[in-house]
């Protein structure tokens, strides 16, 4: 297990530089924007490419980040019924929606992007838009997002049977935000 937990912590530490770094692609995204709104108004000039790029850059974010969201342990979830289980039933159920969701999901997605990213890539595809950027970049960061998001559900599989079977503690404790109902503040309920 403590071979599994060590891949578990290299997984976690580059999935966090990662998704820290693709952080300032937020910022290059914006400043492209904007100096392409600028320059459409005060120049009367403009490019799809400019488009793109700001497509690509937030494509990017998203897709990189998507990992670091998860092992930040800040994805979607249903408070409402997972905050009212104890602490063991929600890693039960973690468990069970990496294993049962999460994984199947991101290695069909990783089974049909990586022939789409080839075929891209040897065809020279180039967008539809005049002027427009080549595609495979953007068709190459799903796939990366997807790798990425793939090894920290595993990481996050090792790290839920980690903390199940008691060989570390639980690195993200999980406060409800909803406080449950005491008797005192219920509404009364007549027959």
Do not use: C
């Amino acid at each position: 297990m403590q071979l599994l937990l060590g891949f578990s912590r290299l997984i976690d530490a580059t999935t966090e530089r990662i998704g820290k770094a693709v952080s300032w692609l937020i910022l290059v995204a914006v400043l492209v924007s904007a100096g392409n709104a600028v320059i459409r108004k005060a120049f009367n000039m403009s490019s799809n490419a400019w488009l793109e790029a700001q497509w690509y850059l937030f494509g990017a974010a998203f897709m990189f980040a998507a990992a670091y969201t998860l092992s930040q342990n800040e994805h979607i979830r249903i408070d409402i019924v997972y905050g009212s289980f104890s602490r063991r039933v929600q890693h039960w159920i973690d468990l069970f929606g990496h294993i049962f969701f999460l994984m199947p999901f991101v290695l069909l997605m990783i089974y049909f992007l990586v022939p789409y990213v080839r075929m891209s890539y040897r065809s020279g595809e180039v967008s539809s838009s005049a002027g427009g950027l080549i595609l495979w970049p953007a068709k190459a960061v799903l796939l990366i997002g997807f790798i990425l998001l793939a090894l920290q559900g595993v990481s996050e599989i090792i790290k839920k049977i980690a903390v199940m079977t008691g060989n570390m503690d639980d690195p993200t404790p999980y406060v409800p935000t909803h406080a449950p109902l005491d008797e005192a503040t219920a509404p009364e309920v007549r027959p």
